[in-house]
T-cell receptor, first 112, second 115 residues
Framework: GENVEQHPSTLSVQEGDSAVIKCTYSDSASNYFPWYKQELGKRPQLIIDIRSNVGEKKDQRIAVTLNKTAKHFSLHITETQPEDSAVYFCAATETSYDKVIFGPGTSLSVIP | DAGVIQSPRHEVTEMGQEVTLRCKPISGHNSLFWYRQTMMRGLELLIYFNNNVPIDDSGMPEDRFSAKMPNASFSTLKIQPSEPRDSAVYFC?????????????FGEGSRLTVL
């Protein structure tokens, strides 16, 4: 089955700097790669996603890149703000089966 | 729609007791997932249903865990007997399924503490 790895497990950046989180997956059949943000004590919520027919997607300060050949994808947050502090999870799924497997998470701290 | 609704939000019980967690998915969603979240193991997929049918329960830790989805608007996750290592936050999530874009909509979670 699918296995998703994620690095780093913790990340601390100064406000205004960029943050990058990297993930790898094992199942070449996976074709949908969402990213979820979970604030302390809250539920995970989707922030951005990318499909295997796209190499990059951007939404304001957040961007995701996908290298399907290497089976890795990354989340980039620019101009970080304190409210970006949270745990970020990458995930992979084969949409024909809807089985969503999460990476272990990255705890991001943005220092004012 | 009110979103995915889970109950109870908090449950404290003693080892050996039966625990039942409940979930109401978003109306019209075809897929329902149960996840367990702990610091050590992150978000683990326990089981998921598509059109009320269990598709993959390989993540269910052992026979003490069981899940049902008797209709499109209700699912339960039962632990019997419960053990302290079952303490975690249990999330239910629903998705539009293959007809949608794949986004999971999570409930607020049920925090279980087994003493």
């Amino acid at each position: 089955g699918e296995n998703v790895e994620q690095h780093p497990s913790t990340l601390s950046v100064q406000e205004g700097d960029s943050a990058v989180i990297k993930c790898t997956y094992s199942d070449s059949a996976s074709n949908y790669f969402p990213w979820y943000k979970q604030e302390l004590g809250k539920r995970p919520q989707l922030i951005i996603d990318i499909r295997s027919n796209v190499g990059e997607k951007k939404d304001q300060r957040i961007a995701v890149t996908l290298n399907k050949t290497a089976k890795h994808f990354s989340l980039h947050i620019t101009e970080t703000q304190p409210e970006d502090s949270a745990v970020y999870f990458c995930a992979a799924t084969e949409t024909s089966y809807d089985k969503v497997i999460f990476g272990p998470g990255t705890s991001l701290s943005v220092i004012p | 729609d009110a979103g995915v609704i889970q109950s109870p939000r908090h449950e404290v019980t003693e080892m050996g007791q039966e625990v039942t967690l409940r979930c109401k998915p978003i109306s019209g969603h075809n897929s329902l997932f149960w996840y367990r979240q702990t610091m050590m193991r992150g978000l683990e997929l326990l089981i998921y249903f598509n059109n009320n049918v269990p598709i993959d329960d390989s993540g269910m830790p052992e026979d003490r865990f069981s899940a049902k989805m008797p209709n499109a608007s209700f699912s339960t996750l039962k632990i019997q007997p419960s053990e302290p290592r079952d303490s975690a936050v249990y999330f239910c999530a629903s998705s539009p399924g293959t007809s949608g874009n794949g986004e999971l909509f999570f409930g607020e979670g049920s925090r279980l503490t087994v003493l």
